[in-house]
């Protein structure tokens, strides 16, 4: 038997093994599959994006237990542009975008999140970064915002909570749409029954200090005076967020426009032509 087919049977002994174990330790099996939650996977950048976050100036920002790792690129200009990656990435997955944002003479600040990329280590949920990014962009006042995947969640909730925060630009490099949809992914991954299920819920709910229903793009993004423009870019190709949810956002987000791309995955797309040549046209107007 080769190694995928031990590695399979391997997972289907596991989940066979935690669909009878909930029944018996439903509090045990919600607090696994929390701490799943609660610690991503540190993706390991290629030698090019090693390279671009070697040129950065970089700084330590102490957050609660965090050390985080706050980036800068460019000159000392009022033309700010902020980066936000989504969970499980970093500011390296930026790195071509970075390079088109200084060719258009943008001084260019990023963070990796708590457990995320080279800040440091620890227990983590999706919606803390949001609480990080609140004082930096009433600091910083960018005018344009590039977030990626559940970045984008992340600053939606920044704008919503902070009327004062004013963006000229933001393009959101695909984005989820609610965070059902995760709670789903999670139930189908192990299969959850319906009382591990909502204590996961309720778990969640008290990270994100919000009713789960509420935990949505649509709803975040349905009010947002203070953008003023908004490109929503996401490929038909992309497996770990399908694109439906990206279509539903930006009809309820009155000052975006949808760009469908081909044949990107939800990581590639950052670094695609495509993408890198619409953000030049945008910049350059």
């Known amino acids: 038997m080769g190694l995928t ?24 099996i919600t607090n696994k599959i929390y701490q799943y939650l609660s610690y991503p996977r540190v993706r390991k950048l290629r030698e090019s994006e090693e390279k671009v976050i070697s040129l950065a100036v970089t700084e330590g920002v102490i957050y609660k237990d965090f050390s985080l790792m706050r980036y800068e690129w460019g000159s000392h200009n009022d033309k ?11 500011t390296g997955n930026f790195a071509s975008v970075i390079n088109i944002l200084l060719k258009n003479n943008f001084r260019v600040i990023s963070f990796d999140a708590p457990s995320h990329g080279n800040s440091s280590k620890g227990k ?8 990080i990014l609140i004082s930096h962009f ?3 006042k960018p005018e344009l915002v590039i977030s990626h995947s559940f970045g984008s969640v992340n600053v939606a909730r920044v704008l919503r909570i902070c009327p004062e925060i004013n963006i000229k ?16 992914e999670m139930s189908t991954k192990f299969s959850l029954n319906h009382n591990v299920k909502k204590k996961l819920i309720a778990r969640i709910e008290n990270d ?15 009010n947002l005076p203070t953008v003023e423009k908004a490109f929503i870019i996401h490929s038909k190709s992309d497996k770990i967020l399908p694109i439906d949810g990206a ?8 000052q975006s426009e949808m760009i469908e791309l081909d044949n990107y995955g939800h990581y590639s797309i950052l670094g695609s032509e ?3 040549s619409f953000l030049n046209i945008q910049l350059s107007k």
């Open 247 to 254: 279509r539903e956002v930006s009809q309820s987000f009155k």
């Open 124 to 131: 983590t949920n999706m919606f803390e970064f949001s609480s």
């Open 80 to 90: 700010i542009a902020f980066l936000v990656h989504g969970w499980e990435g970093q």
């Open 274 to 276: 495509e993408l890198l």
């Open 208 to 222: 994100a200090k919000e009713n789960i229903d509420d935990l949505n793009m649509i709803n975040y993004c349905s």
């Open 169 to 184: 630009l933001w393009f959101l490099v695909t984005t989820p749409n609610n965070f059902k949809s995760r709670i789903k």
């Open 5 to 28: 087919k031990k590695s399979k049977l391997l997972a289907m002994v596991m989940k066979k093994s935690l669909t009878y174990l909930q029944y018996i330790f439903p509090d045990l």
């Open 138 to 140: 009433i600091k910083e």
